[in-house]
């Protein structure tokens, strides 16, 4: 299965949830490759500790072996990374695609939804990100209305999830598949510091089990909460 994690917004947490999505795959047992689609800024290469990658999606692209370029993390992710800031035209992309050896293949793209077409066109998801704001709800439907002239099958998370706003009003002014709401956690920003995502070093954290949640909706998995889990919603 391959995902590509799009908005036309930057800001909205897509790096964040590429990464600790990928260790919540990689928790359920999937061989996972994360790809740093975003050749202006590389967040997701960075996101893992890596400033000076040895291999790049431009090796790939000289025909490289997929084998013979990804990078492999401590925290068990195989990573495909992007050049420390890159002239990379998306056009550069045509052609590009991955083998079947990996179960779940995640795609931190560009906020353009353009820019990212030739990964949106190699996926079978494109989960829409988007923050709470009326800006980058509305950004949220117009992408995911285009994505479904596309034929591309979406679902949108919601990220950087605060109570001021109810949930409902929220689904009621979407009126769209929700995939699922991740809160606000500054354990995001401590990990980043440390080259580890946030579901790697806190996994039992309100954060990780919203991510983990997302994760076995995507693969269509019951998610069961624990009786420890369920008393403690019901006492907040």
């Known amino acids: 299965m391959i995902i590509s994690f799009v908005s036309e917004k930057g800001g909205v947490g897509k790096t964040t949830l590429t990464s600790n999505l990928a260790i919540a795959f990689r928790e359920l047992g999937k061989r996972v490759l994360v790809v740093d689609g975003d050749f202006r800024t590389a967040s997701l290469t960075l996101s893992f500790g890596i400033t000076k990658p040895p291999f790049t999606i431009l090796d790939l692209l000289e025909r490289a072996d997929l084998k013979d370029v990804i990078i492999s993390h401590p925290s068990g992710i195989e990573i495909l990374a992007s050049p420390i800031?890159?002239?990379?035209?998306?056009?550069?992309?045509?052609?590009l695609n991955f083998p079947s050896y990996f179960d779940i293949i995640l795609i931190d793209t560009q906020p353009s939804i353009k820019a990212s077409l030739p990964f949106i066109k190699l996926s079978d998801k494109a989960i829409i990100v988007s923050t709470q704001d009326i800006?980058?709800?509305?950004?949220?439907?117009?992408?995911f209305e285009k994505l479904k002239k596309m034929g591309i099958e979406t679902g949108i998370i919601v990220n950087r999830y605060r109570k001021i706003i109810k949930k409902e009003v929220i689904e009621r002014f979407l009126d769209l598949p929700?995939?699922?709401?991740?809160p606000e956690d500054d354990r995001v920003l401590k990990s980043f510091y440390r080259g580890f995502p946030a579901f790697y070093l806190f996994p039992k954290c309100r954060f990780s089990k919203e991510v983990r949640k997302v994760?076995?909706?995507?693969?269509g998995l019951n998610f069961?909460?624990?009786?420890?889990?369920?008393?403690f919603r019901w006492l907040k």
């Open 178 to 182: 929700i995939l699922g709401f991740i």
């Open 135 to 143: 800006p980058s709800l509305f950004s949220a439907r117009k992408v």
């Open 85 to 95: 800031s890159s002239n990379l035209s998306y056009l550069e992309l045509t052609g």
């Open 215 to 219: 994760a076995y909706r995507i693969l």
């Open 224 to 231: 069961k909460e624990s009786i420890f889990d369920k008393l």
